[in-house]
């Protein structure tokens, strides 16, 4: 890359930000760790334009521009809270030897900040654990401090989307070694990939969502499918729970899910995000 068009690239993210979100266009956005660094950069191409701050306040540009093949991707964004649904999704429902019934409500549940992992990083296996499964996610990243926000308003606190893996050790989520909450069966370390890119500007509500283990699909199924929409899983946790900016909300995961072993690599794939991958690894 010449400095030319480094500088072209850099002097371009203010204008190219603002012009999007005037028009409604779809941006990339990527937190990265390069020279030692961490920051954040507009993805166009194989090129990722730096700016100074944060996804949720002004963006300066520092004239500073990276192949994206030499930067090492982070989870996207550093939520003060991660909340995750439970079954949101009939197919996922319906996976199981009996169905399960619909919820009334959305059924929200806590994952702590410490399962978040960076693309390409391992999901690592507690020692003793023997069923953890893969669950492919849309993941909703607030843009606006949310409370008390009604269904109507709820869609303009979102700033963008990005993929995640809610990966669950069901013999402690459900089984016969079943804990009092899922603080481990869902939070352990690792156990919440996320990215590689928060994407603003798209329509997630049509989305073809899948999971690949080992090349092999496993998952695959629409946003569209959610038993609650993002509106109204937004607006109901508001009720409750302020949402700050950067905060996530795993959407639920549809289909049927299966254990993964020492050696295996989980693929996420959520259209219009990217591809989100992971090996797997004994503790």
Same mark, same amino acid.
């Given at each position: 890359?010449?400095?030319?068009?480094? @500088?072209?690239?850099?002097?371009?993210?203010?204008?190219? =930000?603002? &012009? !999007?979100? #005037?028009?409604?266009?779809?941006?990339?956005? $990527?937190?990265?760790?390069?020279?030692?660094?961490?920051?954040?950069?507009?993805?166009?191409?194989?090129?990722?334009?730096?700016?100074?701050?944060?996804?949720?306040?002004?963006?300066?540009?520092?004239?500073?521009?990276?192949?994206?093949?030499?930067?090492?991707?982070?989870?996207?964004?550093?939520?003060?809270?991660?909340?995750?649904?439970?079954?949101?999704?009939?197919?996922?429902?319906?996976?199981?030897?009996?169905?399960?019934?619909?919820?009334?409500?959305?059924?929200?549940?806590?994952?702590?900040?410490?399962?978040?992992?960076?693309?390409?990083?391992?999901?690592?296996?507690?020692?003793?654990?023997?069923?953890?499964?893969?669950?492919?996610?849309?993941? @909703?990243?607030?843009?606006?401090?949310?409370?008390?926000? =009604?269904? &109507? !308003?709820? #869609?303009?606190?979102?700033?963008?989307?990005? $993929?995640?893996?809610?990966?669950?050790?069901?013999?402690?989520?459900?089984?016969?070694?079943?804990?009092?909450?899922?603080?481990?069966?869902?939070?352990?370390?690792?156990?919440?990939?996320?990215?590689?890119?928060?994407?603003?500007?798209?329509?997630?509500?049509?989305?073809?969502?899948?999971?690949?283990?080992?090349?092999?699909?496993?998952?695959?199924?629409?946003?569209?499918?959610?038993?609650?929409?993002?509106?109204?899983?937004?607006?109901?946790?508001?009720?409750?729970?302020?949402?700050?900016?950067?905060?996530?909300?795993?959407?639920?995961?549809?289909?049927?899910?299966?254990?993964?072993?020492?050696?295996?690599?989980?693929?996420?794939?959520?259209?219009? @995000?990217?591809?989100?991958?992971?090996?797997?690894?004994?503790?």
């Amino acid at each position: 890359m010449t400095r030319r068009e480094m @500088v072209a690239g850099a002097a371009a993210v203010s204008a190219m =930000t603002s &012009a !999007a979100q #005037a028009q409604g266009a779809v941006q990339k956005f $990527a937190r990265f760790r390069a020279g030692g660094r961490v920051a954040y950069g507009l993805v166009t191409g194989e090129t990722i334009t730096e700016f100074d701050g944060n996804l949720f306040g002004a963006r300066k540009s520092n004239g500073k521009s990276h192949k994206l093949s030499a930067v090492e991707l982070l989870y996207p964004v550093e939520p003060s809270k991660v909340l995750a649904l439970a079954r949101n999704y009939r197919s996922h429902l319906t996976s199981g030897k009996t169905a399960a019934p619909e919820p009334k409500r959305p059924e929200f549940f806590y994952k702590p900040l410490t399962c978040l992992q960076h693309p390409g990083k391992p999901i690592v296996l507690p020692k003793d654990s023997t069923d953890v499964h893969f669950e492919c996610e849309l993941v @909703v990243v607030i843009g606006k401090r949310a409370q008390n926000v =009604t269904k &109507a !308003a709820a #869609a303009s606190h979102v700033f963008g989307i990005t $993929a995640g893996n809610d990966v669950s050790e069901r013999q402690w989520q459900g089984g016969q070694d079943k804990d009092i909450q899922w603080w481990r069966a869902k939070g352990s370390d690792t156990f919440g990939p996320l990215g590689p890119f928060v994407v603003t500007g798209l329509d997630y509500s049509k989305l073809t969502i899948q999971t690949r283990l080992n090349g092999k699909v496993m998952q695959k199924d629409s946003t569209g499918m959610l038993i609650f929409d993002v509106p109204s899983m937004i607006s109901f946790a508001s009720q409750y729970v302020t949402l700050e900016p950067g905060d996530i909300i795993y959407t639920g995961t549809p289909g049927k899910t299966t254990a993964m072993k020492n050696g295996d690599v989980v693929e996420v794939e959520l259209e219009g @995000v990217g591809i989100l991958k992971n090996p797997v690894k004994s503790a």
